[in-house]
């Protein structure tokens, strides 16, 4: 069975600092990754992808993720983070031609002003 | 309308109750998924449908949990006799394909938040 652990659950930064969220995933096949957002009170919101060709992927707000096959894992970064990123990132990982998400335990970040 | 919406928003039960979450897509999503988020964990899932075929039930963590799409658009997740572990979030989410290509994506509802008492 596949599964997604993300390393730490609460990240505290102050604006500008950079941001990295570790994402490692076990399954030995093809997979399709995922960054997922939600802000206080919303939805989830999909932040970036990847389903082949070049490893690091960009996404809204300035998000990248950086995918590393040998290491199984696809970390999220952000150069310089705003007050207004505060919200809980998840990584998701789906086999190849599945239809299933697998979700991490999500990681809370908080940007102080 | 324009995101995937659920109803109701907050449902507390008593414990042995039956509920029942619906969640209206996006008009148009061939697929539909549920999820459960419990407290402090990331989202797990539940059921899939591709129009009215319930095709993957694999994550439903009880025969009481029961889910159904009959006219390919809005689905009801159904939980019978409540139990105070079923408290959690229940996120739907629509697809416009079969398979998120990448073009396209899930689109995610705003969840119920069960509380069993």
């Known amino acids: 069975a596949q599964s997604v652990s993300q390393h730490n659950h609460h990240v505290i930064l102050s604006e500008a600092a950079s941001l990295e969220l570790g994402c490692n995933y076990s399954?030995?096949?093809?997979?399709?990754l995922f960054w997922y957002v939600q802000y206080p009170g919303q939805h989830l919101q999909l932040l970036l992808k990847y389903f082949s060709g070049d490893p690091l992927v960009k996404g809204i707000k300035g998000f990248e993720a950086e995918f590393i096959k040998s290491k199984f894992s696809f970390n999220l970064r952000k150069p310089s983070v705003q007050w207004s990123d505060t919200a809980e990132y998840f990584c998701?990982?789906?086999?190849?031609?599945?239809?299933?998400?697998?979700f991490g335990a999500g990681t809370i970040l908080r940007v102080k002003s | 309308g324009a995101g995937v919406s659920q109803s109701p928003r907050y449902k507390v039960a008593k414990r042995g109750q039956d509920v029942a979450l619906r969640c209206d897509p996006i008009s148009g999503h061939v697929s539909l998924f549920w999820y459960q988020q419990a407290l402090g964990q990331g989202p797990e899932f539940l059921t899939y449908?591709?129009?009215?075929?319930?095709?993957?039930k694999s994550g439903l963590p009880s025969d009481r949990f029961f889910a159904e799409r009959p006219e390919g658009s809005v689905s009801t997740l159904k939980i019978q006799r409540t139990q105070q572990e079923d408290s959690a979030v229940y996120l739907c989410?629509?697809?416009?394909?079969?398979?998120?290509?990448?073009?396209?994506?899930?689109?995610f509802g705003s969840g119920t938040r069960l509380t069993v008492v």
């Open positions: 998701a990982v789906r086999r190849e031609y599945g239809n299933k998400l697998v």
């Open positions: 399954y030995g096949g093809t997979v399709n």
């Open positions: 989410a629509s697809s416009l394909v079969y398979q998120e290509t990448v073009n396209y994506g899930y689109t």
């Open positions: 449908f591709q129009n009215e075929a319930q095709l993957d």
